[in-house]
């Protein structure tokens, strides 16, 4: 055997221990798709909130039924930008693991799922708190913290450069702890630019080369 046959066998090695270890289907578009999603819910948030706050500034009354629809409002639109985030991060991921002949569904994706749902259950128990006790303001820095905290805790199990988006999502989330009046906007850099940079530059260092 010549030594680049030693050298194919160890990389063959290499790759079988990867896919055996690691769940390497997360396909950097997911991200974008993610990305493109949360702006969008940021925009449609943003404006609505402009449109509450105008009327209460024209009008000079604060409703409280106004504010509990424009409540619910929101949490709707999170709930929907985190389905259409789920159902475009799952065809990403599903279409990446059929060209490389990998299954979305083993042991090592399972590990994924669980790892990443303790954290955010956690951080969703802990949001409906927030809203039961009225501290809407720390909704935002709670969401990026717990969402970075989940993606640490997975990212053993996947592509490591998925470490650095939850680290960066920690530390966006406890800037806003003290700028809790830009919530909406850190959410946006969270959820939309963030993802939208790191999607593009996972498909540039693993899936550029498979399209090009």
């Known amino acids: 055997m010549t030594d680049q046959q030693h050298l194919q066998a160890l990389t063959d090695i290499k790759r ?4 055996s270890s690691r769940f390497i289907s997360l396909s950097g578009l997911s991200g974008i ?5 949360g702006l969008v819910g940021a925009f449609i ?24 629809e424009l409540k619910f409002r929101l949490i709707a639109l999170g709930l929907a930008v985190l389905v259409a985030a789920l159902i475009g991060g799952t065809f990403f991921t599903w279409r990446k693991a059929r060209q490389n002949n990998l299954p979305i569904w083993d042991l090592t994706s399972k590990k994924v ?26 909704v935002a820095p709670t969401c990026l913290v717990f969402y970075g905290l989940a993606i640490i805790n997975a990212s053993k199990y996947t592509l490591p450069d998925v470490k650095y ?3 960066c999502e920690v530390i966006l ?30 498909w540039w260092k693993y899936e550029r080369k498979r399209t090009i």
């Open 33 to 37: 798709s993610a990305g493109i999603f």
């Open 113 to 138: 799922l669980i790892n990443t749902a303790i954290p955010l259950a956690a951080g969703g128990a802990f949001i409906a708190g927030l809203l039961y006790n009225h501290l809407e303001g720390l």
């Open 165 to 167: 988006l939850g680290i």
């Open 173 to 202: 989330g406890t800037i806003n702890l003290f700028y809790l009046s830009y919530g909406l906007y850190f959410w946006a850099v969270g959820f939309g630019l963030l993802h939208i940079i790191y999607g593009a530059l996972m």
């Open 45 to 68: 948030a943003n404006s609505w909130m402009k449109e509450y706050y105008y009327n209460w500034n024209v009008s000079g009354i604060h409703s409280h039924n106004d504010f509990l």
């Open 16 to 19: 079988m221990m990867e896919r």
